[in-house]
């Protein structure tokens, strides 16, 4: 999410860096409610909570959730054996916003676009975005953030303009 963005949000922003352990699920919200619970009790003030997978459009909501642990298991080698380069996919990132131990809105961002053989060197943080090439474009996610270009399709700034959105209407505006 660019700083410029961030600086421009109606709110203050702090990182935290806290682990919590994260359920064994599919669905992307039922895992931000999971965490969102944990965390409260240690936090106490709304905070901002995500998930973010990748999601083969020929498999039910695979590697999603899984995503990191897929790449970890199998790397590129065994992962290149579950698609096709110019198969369907979509990185999506649901956005929590926790107000209390059982409130949560859920905010939606998400990149559609094809899977590639693995060719461009990856970050460790996000592989999949090597071989990963949005729609409208002709190189990959990875080449692209290397650019800087990759604010135009940025699923996690989607889910975030919606929540600042959703933000602006519901609590500043209804003050």
């Known amino acids: 999410f660019?700083?410029?963005d961030i600086a421009d949000m109606p709110f203050d922003v702090e990182q935290l860096a806290l682990e919590v352990d994260e359920v064994q699920a599919d669905d992307q919200r039922e895992v931000l409610q999971r965490k969102a619970q944990t965390a409260w009790p240690l936090i106490q003030r709304p905070f901002v909570i995500e998930d973010a997978?990748?999601?083969?459009?020929k498999y039910h909501n695979f590697p999603g959730t899984f995503s990191k642990y897929i790449f970890r298991s199998l790397g590129f080698e065994g992962?290149?054996?579950l698609y096709q380069p110019g198969d369907r996919a979509a990185f999506r990132l649901v956005l929590g916003y926790c107000t209390g131990p059982d409130t949560i809105e859920f905010f939606i961002g998400e990149c559609t676009g094809h899977l590639i053989a693995p060719g461009y060197p990856h970050k460790s943080y996000m592989p999949y975005s090597a071989i990963f090439v949005p729609d409208g474009k002709s190189i990959t996610y990875q080449e692209l953030a290397d650019r800087g270009e990759k604010v135009s399709v940025s699923f996690r700034g989607g889910a975030f303009k919606k929540f600042v959105e959703w933000y602006t209407i519901n609590l500043i505006q209804n003050k």
């Open 2 to 4: 660019p700083s410029h």
């Open 79 to 81: 992962l290149t054996k």
């Open 53 to 57: 997978g990748v999601f083969f459009e």
